[in-house]
């Protein structure tokens, strides 16, 4: 399985960016989808979650800002970041749970990708 996270750069605070990360190989289905993001100095932080279902979870620090979605006929999610801060700067991963055609679960991250938000 690949996964692959797409859409960082740079964007001024107050602004928006949409983050993707698609999945391809030997899928099955998708269970849970979560985004993650990491800042210099800082631990990994967990950011946002999509069951399969759809249900949606998010950090305090985003809730209400950030949106994640997912279009399980792509076995892609996203990120739709808005009102960004400096505070966002980070790199932002993105981890699936996979269902195999042999029926195992496996978890899997993506490579990162670096979205700079400047005041």
């Known amino acids: 399985v690949q996964l692959q996270a797409f859409g960082g750069g740079l964007v001024q605070a107050g602004g928006s960016r949409r983050l993707s990360c698609a999945a391809s190989g030997n899928i099955v289905g998708i269970k849970t989808m979560d985004w993650y993001r990491q800042a210099p100095g800082k631990q990994r932080e967990l950011v946002a979650t999509?069951?399969?279902?759809?249900?949606?979870n998010y950090a305090d620090s985003v809730k209400g800002r950030f949106t994640t979605s997912r279009d399980n006929a792509k076995n892609t999610m996203y990120l739709q970041m808005s009102s960004l801060k400096p505070e966002d700067t980070a790199v932002y991963f993105c981890r699936i749970d996979v269902v195999t055609s042999s029926g195992r679960q496996f978890q899997y991250w993506g490579q990162g990708t670096q979205v700079t938000v400047s005041s």
């Open positions: 999509i069951l399969s279902g759809g249900t949606t």
